[in-house]
């Protein structure tokens, strides 16, 4: 079982920045692939981005292609999320996610239904 618990969401003005993350139980984390999603009012979840086990692979969407950096401490038991140069249009509230290498490869973009999901944590941007 693994547990994920977000922080560092908040209210930033377009152009800034934020730093999330993902702290997580468990002594398997170091095992799973991790991913952020994301949920605007009204809209479908989205995928953001994703990075492997060790922290070699990563997959971004378009939407935040070289703006979003995803990366992860296995000794901290986290996974980040930096976001640069924000848009309004990134206000949602943003989820990590976790599964095992099987239901989650990063490397082709694809995955099934993840079976582990944090409670979510709200990102605003000001125009």
């Known amino acids: 079982q693994v547990q994920l618990v977000e922080s560092g969401g908040g209210l930033v003005q377009a152009g800034g920045s934020l730093r999330l993350s993902c702290a997580a139980s468990?002594?398997?984390?170091?095992?799973?692939?991790m991913g952020w999603f994301r949920q605007a009012t009204g809209k479908e979840r989205e995928f953001v981005a994703a990075?492997?086990?060790?922290?070699?692979?990563?997959y971004y969407a378009d939407s935040v292609k070289g703006r979003f950096t995803i990366s992860r401490d296995n000794a901290k038991n986290t996974v980040y999320l930096q976001m640069n140069s924000l848009k309004p249009e990134d206000t949602a509230v943003y989820y990590c996610a976790a599964d095992n290498a099987m239901t989650m490869d990063v490397g082709s973009g694809s995955w099934g239904e993840l079976r582990y999901w944090g409670q979510g944590t709200q990102v605003t941007v000001s125009s």
């Open positions: 468990g002594r398997t984390f170091s095992s799973y692939a």
């Open positions: 990075i492997g086990w060790s922290g070699a692979i990563t």
